[in-house]
C-alpha cells in the first residue's frame, strides 16, 4: 500500500522547493495551485489545481484523500487560504505547519511607510512622489484607478483584470530580479516612489536595494495576521518537520 501523501499549499518558490525535496526523499506529495497565473512554475510530484471551496470542503478532501498532513506554503498575502487550511485541518485533526518566509526590514537610509492596505497605499502615494512603481501583484490594483495625477509603472505577472489609473505603463515580469535591472528601471522611468507588499524573500528584494540607491522612499503593505499555527520560516525546518513525523523542528 502507497504511504499517505502530503499536502502542500502552494504558489511560491518554498512550496516548489519543498516539493521537490520531499519528491527526492521518496516522500508521496502532492501541490496544490489556486490556479491564477497562466503559466504557472510546477512542483516536482503529483499537482493539483483550484480552490477547494472553502474550509468545510478542504476537510473532506483531506479526508477523503487519506492525506496525512498539510503544508501551508503559500504567499504571505494569500491571506484566505491559510485560514481555510487552519479550520479544515483542525476539524479533521490533520497535522498542520505553515512555512512563511520572514519579512524585510527598513535599513539605515530607507524611508518605508508601512500601510495596511493598498487602498492606503493608493492615498499615500500622490502624497510622497509623482512616478510610483507598483510591484504589488495585479490583485488590489483597482486602488489605484482613480490616480489622475499620479504616473504609475505597474509590474505583475499576468495581465490585471480591472481598471488601471489612466496614467501608466503596464510590464509584465516575473522574478528573479536583479539590482541592475531595478536601478535601469528606476532611472529611465524617473521613479519617485515604490509600492510593494512586505512579500520577503531574495526573489523580488532587488527593487528595495534600488530604492535606497536612489533614495526613493517605499510605500509598504504590511502582512495580513495570519492563523494561530506551528510555523517556520525555512523550507529546511518544513522538510525536518515531515521527515521527523510532524513534529520536531518547529
Ligand atoms: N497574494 C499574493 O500576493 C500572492 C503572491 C504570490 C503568489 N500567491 C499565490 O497565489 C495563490 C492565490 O493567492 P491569493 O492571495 O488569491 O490567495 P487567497 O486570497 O488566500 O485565496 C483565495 C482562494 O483561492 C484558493 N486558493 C488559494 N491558494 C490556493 C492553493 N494553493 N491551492 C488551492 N486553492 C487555493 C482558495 O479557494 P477555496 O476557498 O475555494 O479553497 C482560497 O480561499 C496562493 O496559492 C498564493 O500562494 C499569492
Same mark, same amino acid.
Given at each position: 500500500m502507497s504511504s499517505p501523501r502530503v499536502l502542500i499549499l502552494g504558489g511560491t518558490g518554498e512550496a516548489r522547493e519543498l516539493a521537490g525535496e520531499l519528491d527526492r526523499a521518496g516522500v508521496p506529495v502532492v501541490s496544490s495551485l489556486a490556479?491564477?497565473? #497562466?503559466?504557472p512554475r510546477l512542483p516536482a510530484g503529483e499537482v493539483r489545481v483550484g480552490g477547494f471551496g472553502g474550509p468545510e470542503a478542504l476537510a473532506r478532501w483531506l479526508d477523503e484523500q487519506g492525506i496525512a498532513a498539510v503544508v501551508?506554503?503559500? !504567499?504571505?498575502?494569500?491571506?484566505r487560504m491559510s485560514v481555510s487550511a487552519a479550520a479544515a485541518c483542525a476539524a479533521v485533526a490533520v497535522p498542520l505547519l505553515r512555512v512563511e518566509r520572514p519579512g524585510w526590514s527598513p535599513v539605515e537610509g530607507d524611508h518605508w511607510h508601512w500601510v495596511d492596505d493598498l487602498g492606503q497605499a493608493a492615498v499615500a502615494v500622490p502624497e510622497i512622489g509623482s512616478r510610483a512603481f507598483v510591484?504589488?501583484?495585479? %490583485?488590489?490594483?483597482?486602488?489605484?484607478? !482613480?490616480?489622475?495625477?499620479t504616473w504609475f509603472l505597474i509590474r505583475c505577472v499576468d495581465p490585471p483584470e480591472v481598471a488601471l489609473p489612466p496614467r501608466h505603463l503596464l510590464v509584465l515580469d516575473r522574478g528573479p530580479y536583479t539590482l541592475e535591472r531595478e536601478l535601469a528601471l528606476f532611472d529611465a522611468h524617473g521613479l519617485d516612489v515604490l509600492v510593494t507588499k512586505d #512579500?520577503?524573500? #531574495? %526573489?523580488?528584494e532587488a527593487k528595495l536595494a534600488a530604492a535606497q540607491a536612489r533614495s526613493v522612499p517605499v510605500v509598504i503593505v504590511r502582512r495580513p495576521a495570519r492563523p494561530d499555527v506551528a510555523t517556520v520560516t525555512t523550507v529546511a525546518a518544513a522538510l525536518d518537520w515531515v521527515q521527523s513525523g510532524y513534529r520536531r523542528g518547529v
Open positions: 490556479g491564477r497565473v #497562466s503559466r501551508d506554503a503559500t !504567499h504571505p498575502f494569500a491571506e510591484t504589488s501583484g495585479r %490583485q488590489g490594483l483597482g486602488a489605484f484607478a !482613480h490616480d489622475k495625477r #512579500s520577503g524573500g #531574495s %526573489q523580488t
